[in-house]
């Protein structure tokens, strides 16, 4: 038996390759379309089979994802459907929870056993055409490829993942925002407007630092008389044990003389005993530097886009207007769908007047007659098709009457209608509606 020796470099190039691109696209980085990773769109697709109106335990929710296409485990489910339904998280949640999701303050979430997740009516509300929605290309992976928003839900809510040489670290943003955003778009006109980072349960300010090319999130204080300071918000990535460790330090370096944890369910809240000869003397810009409340955050726009193809963005202008194409595609084919059915329903309704008329005119006799004779003079007197006949001698035989072919008319006056609005519509215009709608 002998030993096959492999040279790094090419275990790097071949088996390293393909593993890297299995952790971007199947892992670690956001769809664009949808801002899912594919563990939270199998939780999700698990809320739509198990718990659409009713609350399920977490654990009872993940642990069947396996039997729709995910191989990697219920606890990374869990925890995907723990961090979807958490609103400190989130602009806007997919999952609605019941128990603890954790807070900004104490960002722990329950155990799954003791936690319950139903579909959120946001689902309904941002999440539309699933019937159009792209399958996947993996025939035993049951959700589709991805969901189709009425908005870029990567960016309203944002995201980090890392995978191995691509990471993505995406800030969310105002819906507000975003909606004005693409309504300028679709009116043709440039957007101007900026697109806020807004955290969510977040009170302080974000704001933009162009030398750093960062996000400077800022917390909230006040200085009450000569020695008092009270911190009443702290930056978005802080919670109630981090910050303390700040103030620990603080107290431990003899900067401050103590400090009172008032944090409680309404937010942050810390009083602290400034030092007389030291940090009472503090200017704003010291303060916030000592007490690290200011705090910045970068931003990667790596996102897997249509096609399963890695995207790299410098701004979020640029993913909205790729959003909106793709999405003005999908309200096309929405649009044709719409007609195809419409033409269908038409050529049924008319089908169904011709067949009971013929009957009510006895040109189509039951009596003594086999099935074979009744198709035959079915499909001789009506614009039928073979594959009508099964439904039209399903008619229940109290409809057949001249009261039904009223009704029937007034029908296709009813699709008629509907016809014409679908086919005067633009995508543009569908999607007005849709923000509209919002």
Request: hydrophobic letters at 35%; glycine letters at 6%; one cysteine or more.
């Amino acid at each position: 038996m002998t030993n096959t020796p492999y040279k790094l470099s090419e275990v790097a190039k071949n088996e390293m390759l393909d593993f890297a691109k299995y952790t971007v696209a199947s892992r670690a980085i956001p769809n664009m379309i949808d801002g899912m990773k594919p563990v939270q769109r199998f939780y999700l697709y698990s809320s739509l089979k198990n718990s659409r109106r009713d609350f399920k335990k977490v654990s009872a929710v993940s642990g069947v994802v396996s039997d729709y296409g995910y191989n990697h485990g219920e606890v990374s489910a869990a925890g995907a459907g723990q961090l979807m339904a958490a609103t400190w998280r989130n602009n806007i949640c997919l999952v609605e929870g019941r128990g603890s999701f954790g807070t900004r303050q104490v960002q722990e979430a329950g155990a799954a056993r003791y936690v319950y997740t139903k579909v959120s009516p946001n689902f309904d509300k941002y999440i539309k055409d699933l019937d159009l929605s792209p399958e996947h290309d993996d025939p035993e992976h049951e959700p589709p490829a991805f969901y189709l928003p009425v908005l870029p839900l990567v960016l309203l809510n944002g995201a980090s993942g890392i995978a191995t040489g691509f990471a993505t670290n995406i800030l969310p943003r105002a819906e507000a925002d975003v909606v004005a955003y693409i309504r300028t778009l679709l009116s043709g006109k440039s957007p101007r407007r900026e697109l806020n980072v807004t955290f969510p349960d977040f009170n302080g300010t974000t704001v933009y630092d162009a030398v750093s090319d960062r996000y400077v999130c800022k917390g909230i204080f006040r200085k009450v008389g000569k020695t008092k300071l009270l911190i009443e918000e702290i930056p978005y990535g802080f919670d109630r044990e981090t910050y303390i460790k700040v103030l620990d330090d603080l107290e431990d370096d003899s900067l401050i003389v103590s400090y009172e944890d008032q944090t409680d369910s309404r937010g942050f809240r810390f009083e602290v005993i400034l030092k007389q000869q030291t940090s009472a003397n503090w200017k704003d810009k010291e303060i916030i530097q000592k007490f690290k409340l200011a705090k910045p955050h970068s931003e990667n726009l790596n996102v897997i886009g249509p096609g399963n193809v890695l995207r790299e963005y410098t701004g979020p202008g640029d993913l909205i207007r790729d959003f909106v194409d793709f999405r003005l595609g999908v309200l096309q084919e929405r649009i044709d769908l719409a007609i195809k059915e419409h033409d269908e329903l038409l050529r049924w309704l008319r089908v169904k007047i011709e067949f009971i008329e013929a009957v009510l005119n006895d040109k189509i006799k039951f009596k003594n007659q086999t099935r074979k004779q009744v198709t035959d003079v079915t499909l001789k007197v009506t614009a039928a098709l073979d594959t009508d006949i099964s439904r039209l001698l399903s008619v229940n035989i109290l409809n057949l009457t001249k009261e039904q072919v009223v009704a029937l008319k007034q029908e296709i006056k009813d699709a008629e209608t509907k016809l014409k609005y679908w086919k005067t519509t633009t995508p543009q215009a569908q999607y007005a509606e849709d923000l509209d709608a919002l």
